[in-house]
């Protein structure tokens, strides 16, 4: 029962500062624009630059901090990551130039990122055999606090400006920060002096069967959710009818999207528990690449709703099958310098993303970067494709149903 409690605990953690931290997502191009950059495919990049700037410096520090998980414990990383977080978005209100939004946006990369370290801390305390179910659920608390995040940041922004919606954020990371320290319980054992070597290293983890392709997805599925982020406001901004509401449709569009990830989310992860991982991969790359081409087309707010909830569907069973995979197949000594690894390779995702989204949104235009999400997700089942090839070879032509 004590593994209940904390996955709780931690499950609502999760969603407040999630929630907290997505509150920017819709207006985060106008906020740029309200910092001085006036045209529309300069703001979509230097909104690109500002979201980029945060997966840079997440993927420098994720090691670091995944090694410090496995010597001092998942909870005191969880509460690092909560009031970090807490301290940089309110950092954000204060931002006069977009140079400084940058710089907080570091600090934010730098020492917050709630979702590696709590999944960190449920991996370590979950039943093996419950782990797709219970990985699945914190990826669902991502889905559902971006699904309100954006929603309740949107409407915010229209009422009471861009500002005060960064300290009400700042003000649920905290809350979240708060949960993890008084309710979470872990049953942690420090590693004795000297016997370091016995852990399992970096290298030891990369040649786990399964880790190199879970992180190529983790990489891949933020490397394309974010293609289009710095665009997706303004291509909102170009067919909406009320103008006056921008923040507050933009958030609603991006929330319901969101939301349906959520309710995807745990129930592709109990599929790729019962069906193999790699199988559920796959369909949802097959879906993400007709939304995202669904994206390029559409020409109306209810278009660009459809097109937004079928790739939240799509790619809801991505993260949860990969991570359930590294659980699967790391060494539990070391499952939270594995998960630091994996989230700093595929953050890199997250910084190379935006960048490339807002460079193309100047440069060809606002709808490009949904092309190139298509072509991501291609190339990905490609990959995967290739993978069942290879492990069907030895096994005479049966495609395995585990991972």
């Known amino acids: 029962m004590g593994w209940k409690r904390t996955f709780v605990f931690a499950f609502t953690a999760q969603f407040l500062g999630i929630v907290g931290l997505s509150f920017a997502i819709p207006f985060l191009p106008f906020f740029v624009a309200e910092l001085g950059v006036r045209e529309g495919g300069r703001q979509a990049f230097w909104a690109g630059l500002v979201i980029a700037a945060g997966g840079l410096m997440f993927a420098l520090f994720a090691p670091l901090w995944g090694v410090l998980a496995d010597r001092h414990g998942r909870k005191p990383m969880v509460c690092r990551a909560m009031f970090g977080a807490a301290v940089s978005v309110l950092l954000m209100s204060f931002a006069r130039t977009v140079p400084q939004l940058v710089m907080f946006r570091m600090v ?94 970096f290298l030891a983890i990369v040649r786990a069967p399964g880790f190199l392709i879970s992180v190529l ?65 796959l369909a949802c790359c097959a879906g993400a690449v007709l ?38 197949h790391v060494d539990p000594r070391s499952i939270g310098k594995a998960y630091g690894l994996a989230t700093s390779i595929s953050m890199l995702g997250l910084a190379i993303g935006p960048t490339l989204g807002g460079t193309l949104a100047l440069h060809a235009g606002l709808r490009v970067p949904f092309l190139v999400t298509a072509a991501a997700h291609l190339g990905l089942a490609g990959i995967i494709l290739w993978v069942l090839r290879k492990e069907r070879a030895p096994a005479g032509g049966v495609v395995p149903g585990s991972p």
Request: net charge positive.
């Open 217 to 281: 997805v983790l990489f891949f599925v933020r490397l394309s959710n974010c293609i289009a982020h710095p665009s997706f406001p303004l291509v909102v901004r170009e067919v909406v009818e009320t103008p006056a509401r921008l923040n507050s449709v933009t958030g609603v569009i991006i929330g319901a999207a969101a939301f349906a990830a959520a309710l995807a989310a745990a129930w592709l992860g109990h599929l790729g528990d019962r069906f193999g991982r790699k199988r559920v991969l």
């Open 108 to 201: 934010q990369g730098a020492f917050s990122r709630t979702f590696a370290a709590s999944i960190a801390l449920v991996a370590s305390e979950v039943l093996r055999r419950r782990s797709g179910l219970a990985l699945g659920m914190m990826q669902a608390a991502v889905f559902v606090g971006h699904a309100l995040g954006p929603l309740i940041g949107g409407v915010m922004a229209d009422m009471v400006g861009y500002r005060a919606s960064f300290r009400l954020g700042a003000c649920l990371t905290l809350l979240g920060g708060l949960l993890v320290q008084l309710g979470t319980r872990e049953h942690f054992t420090p590693p004795a002096r000297g016997r370091s070597v016995d852990r399992p290293g």
């Open 291 to 328: 939304a995202a081409l669904g994206h390029y087309v559409a020409r109306t707010i209810p278009a660009l709703f459809a097109a937004r909830l079928a790739f939240g569907f799509s790619v809801a069973g991505m993260m949860p099958a990969a991570n359930a995979m590294i659980h699967e």
